[in-house]
């Protein structure tokens, strides 16, 4: 048999960390994209104080380490009585620092919407909410869909961040399960496999969002 048995019987305890790294890719993602595409509304608005509060969340997520965010964040809690939620802390950590560049990627491709098309729209009466959801998002979101991509496997790979303030991710499970084996080797390579049946699908998926289609037959 080519795996150890002990390394058989720490499978589940690997699965148990991998389904924590989903949850908290998911939730992170989730973050991310809220927390995205609040700040770019922030940046694009009239008001000046919504504006600085952006560029200064975006500056200090972009410009400060992920560990430091998490600690800030896991302390922030017990204030707002939510103290001991590691879950809550990383999660919330991951979608806060990822929401900055998501929210750079979107203003990034946001020359794919033309005057031509907004001038079009306001002169059939739609109201700026509408152009904004119907128009413009839905062309920033496919431009941008590479890029997110991307985002989206830096946040997998941040997952393994969380366990610090005790939470066990993916990684940590595998750590956890080497110092009591002693075989290093193979459960990493099943930590790598379990990060890869993350990120797999969802590039496959960005590829077949940004498929183009194909073009009508002519007759």
Not at 97 to 106: D, K, P, R
Not at 202 to 210: A, D, E, P, T
């Amino acid at each position: 048999m080519w795996l150890d048995p002990e390394v058989v019987r720490s499978v589940p305890s690997l699965l148990d960390g991998w389904l924590i790294t989903v949850e908290l890719t998911l939730l992170g993602a989730a973050g991310s994209l809220a927390c995205g595409h609040l700040a770019l509304a922030m940046q694009l608005t009239r008001c000046a104080p919504l504006r600085i509060a952006a560029r200064l969340y975006i500056g200090f997520m972009r410009g400060t380490p992920s560990l430091v965010q998490l600690f800030l964040v896991f302390f922030a809690l017990p204030l707002i009585g939510l103290g001991g939620r590691p879950m809550l802390a990383a999660a919330l950590t991951l979608g806060l620092n990822s929401g900055a560049y998501t929210a750079e990627i979107l203003r990034g491709n946001m020359r794919v919407v033309t005057r031509g098309q907004i001038e079009a729209a306001t002169a059939l009466g739609m109201a700026p909410w509408r152009i904004a959801l119907r128009i413009a998002l839905p062309q920033m979101l496919k431009a941008s869909v590479p890029a997110l991509v991307n985002e989206f496997t830096i946040l997998l790979k941040t997952t393994p961040l969380a366990s610090v303030v005790a939470v066990t991710e993916l990684t940590y499970a595998g750590q956890m399960v080497i110092a009591r084996i002693y075989t290093s080797s193979q459960i990493m390579l099943l930590v790598s496999v379990g990060y890869l049946a993350v990120v797999l699908p969802v590039i496959w998926l960005g590829r077949h969002l940004r498929r183009e289609p194909s073009a009508s037959r002519g007759t």
